[in-house]
């Protein structure tokens, strides 16, 4: 195969040689003609050269072979492969025997107020709530064992859905169950536990890890909250008990804008992660695989890279290259009825502790972020935080709005409102309802934007204080190939999301639908010109596609 | 400031219900001058993109600023050099530059107020906002005319243009054919003699004929002539009339009947490249085309994909007429080629159009290759068409959803055969 090429290009090179002469010596009177010949003679001495080099790579590789020194991956020619040229970045810290997933596209947006790594005690919080919303999939009025007034541990059981009893959704702290707040049509929007000073913990008895069966160790984590806390793809619900996962995917690194650093979150807790992870392999028959960061010049924690029973796949890019989804996609895609679990890794932590510490531990660390905070930081205090209360004295101004989550795909709250389940994250950016006078030719404060027709791109490392203005009204899907360069996946979303419109449901899932969840298109929505909601879009196709399964 | 501002016009706003058509042009106006203050929903992204369709649109409207200087300039100059008037550059300055003005100006504003009247019309009927599209295609329109075309002319082919080509599919974003090229086809096959021929192309003539009388209006003869006069300048002639052996054929056309040596003859290639020589209003000028490219290229606001495969296209398709070389139009070298025609132009402004081209990326090479490619066809072997870009842009406009179908099939196999190959290696 490989014989054929060269010798076809031998040809052709000769060929061009020989008619290149005779072109020159009959032409040679035009000025302009001879620079075509010039041109088109030095195009086939690089072809001969470079054939005569490609020969030769080839002898000394047959050689090798003969000597028996070949080996798979193992370049001894001349010429270096371009993964070599590429793996000249790769990092000191990922280990020879493994490889790093570069993604190229993508978009980190960087916003002022990064949280410093100082973790502090969130002691003047004292409500907080489970949030049935957060818990997609089960119906929006669940059936509640607790009532107004009732005394909870952590752990207690508060509610279930009716149509999957057996998963539990539990207190995450003990204390008193002071309200039961519903919204329209009666749906339970959050059961709120005013915690104890002290927190009392429902003692568990785990079942022993090298013994118990898989059937066990699942009607334990149903039984415990910790399964409700697992998500399930596609379409990102809480897991279905009756189907065991082809894979179990953590991303050990987030990459959205403003998000917490993981090794700093997983700091002090390695034992309970690698514990979480022990269970987690008990639950798949497919490996539990571990996205780790290779961006930086630095290693991720020990945790990450020590961690044991797990597959390690390195991934470098940018934004959303710490999304589970993405990472999916590039290890083992979802297809077919496939199911997979996704979880965080502070929910690993929580799960992990269930088996070392004998109790629910719903602790968590959450970045208090953006360019509106007082001071950025790190505090320490459990699932499901009062809002209000978690930033009593840390914001600047009160004209802002606060988002669970990252600002691409977090939720805003309000101050009597709480955290959701899965996040770990509060990020605070100033409302944008002003007039901007021809704000759309000539800005008045530097944005965050992907387009070169600001000079961002000039000053790659500078940052943004954004603001929820839209900088532009909605439009028609004008501009094309916009959602494809921060979309790293083999997936054309201007399509998908046209699909998800006119409502064919082949097409949505024969472009993947099933591998995306939100988080993954938010990039895409973030850089729309025309300021679609994308996101939107994509739940309204990942819920009909739900309702067709 | 700012703030009165924007309450004196918070004062001035029609009421909706009542006057809804009046509030729909109030809207434009408002939302051109101040970006609103909308903020993003509680779900989806809360901070957005600071790009916008009015950036988009106006980003493609100031890389043809330069067109537009130039395409005025040379109108002036094309008409003086017919009359045999200041035949160099920088002579006759002001007459040159306030005769292109003259030309120009009432065929900007028919083509906005026809063209924006529509829109404005469209949006209060379907009830949303007016919508930034025409931006772009009003500007273009007027570069791609013949610089004599008679203003009710101009007017018909916007209005076919923007209702029949794009409102009726439903506005900004929906269109299948190319607004401003629409207009132009409009032009071309409605009104044959107005925009074919070697008559059209240089205005101000009562025909291109050695001898003949040049025309003027009042705007020259009375407005302008009294000021220059008063200034102490030169004034239009209306005495002057052609000088002999003025042709005004373009290039195009010198080369279809003899090749190179025939357009050689007529136009200096340094003429041919700067744009000194007779043809639509802002498509002769090479340098100034390729400035406004690359600053769409850098600003990453057209699609670099399109133009180099079109360019790759129209290389590969010239090669093979030379190798071919029947006639003396085949025989012209294809660096020749770019020389000529509107080449540049359509690359850079009108292949790349978002909207009609192929959204997938792999489907932007094809598109741009075959634009390429059938454009000089057309241009080199249809007797009847003196430049092919117009008609291949138009066909492959058509053809876009169909390449991008394929390309998206393409996807979709590589999909499912990626399931069929991960299913085979789980049951394994």
Redesign the interface.
Known sequence: MKNTIVRTLLVVALNLAMHATTFAQSAGNSS??SY?VYGLLGVAVLIFFFILAQLSDNLIAIEAKRAGISEDGLNLGLIPGAKEIAGSKMPSYVGSGSSVITLKKGFD?L?EGEATPVLEDASGVTSFAVQPPNFRGILPIPKLTVEEGADVKAGDVLFFDKNQPDVKYVAPVSGEVVEIRRGDKRAINEVIILADKEIRYKSVEAPDLASADRAALKSFLMESGVWALMSQRPFDVVPDPSVDP?NIFISTFDTA?LAPDLNFVVAGKEAAFQKGLDVLGKMTDGHVYLGLDARGDKAPAAAFTEATGVEKKWFSGKHPVGNVGVQIHHI??I??EDTVWTLNVQTVITLGNLFLEGRFNAERVVAITGAEVEKPVYVKTYLGANIGQLLKDRLKSDHV?I?SGD??????KSNEQYLNAADDQV?I?A???????????I?GSP????????PNFIFPNAKFK????????R???????QY?DVLPM???P??LMKSILVNDIEKME???IKELSEEDV?LC???????Q????ILREGLEIMREQS | M?NA??NFFKKIEPDKKKSPFMHTAYDAFF?F????????????????????????M??VVLAMQLCYLFGTYNMGHQHFLALGEYTGLFQGFHLKLFYGLVQLLPIFVVTHVVGLGIEFYYAYRKGH?V???FLVSGALIPLIMPPDIPLWILAIAVAFAVIIGKEAF?????NILNVALLARVFVFFAYPTVISGDEVWVSGLAKAEAGAAVEYGWAHLSLLNGLFESLGWATFNPQATVVDGFTGATPLALAYQGGWANVTSVYTEGQMLWGLIPGSIGETSKPFIIIGALILI????A?WRIMLSMFLGAVVTTLLFNAWGATPFLEV?W?YQFYMGSFFFAMAFMATD??T?????AG?WIYGFLIGAIGMIIRVLNPAYPEGWMLAILFLNVFAPLI?HYV?EA??N???K??KA??AK?AS
């Open positions: 302009s003609t075509l947006i916003l082809r804008p083992f895609p297809v077919n709005r988002i600002v691409l795909s977090g939720a805003a990020t950016v409302e944008g309802d002003y007039y901007e006078m021809f704000g759309w030719l800005p944005r965050p934007s992907v387009s070169r027709t600001y954004a603001d929820t203005n839209t900088h532009g009204e439009r028609a899907f004008v501009v094309t190939g494809e083999d997936i054309y201007q399509h024969a472009l993947g938010a929505e973030f850089v729309c010109t025309s300021k909601p994308l996101q939107k | 700012k501002l924007i939302t001058a101040f970006t609103p203050n909308h903020t993003t929903s509680a779900g989806g992204v809360h901070i957005k993109d600071g790009m916008d369709l009015k950036r988009t106006v980003m906002s919508e930034e599209g439903g506005g900004t974003g929906m850098v600003t990453g606001i699609s070298p660096y978002p909207v081209a192929s959204s997938t990326n932007k991008d998206v996807n979709i590589r999909r499912a990626r399931s991960l299913a789980q």
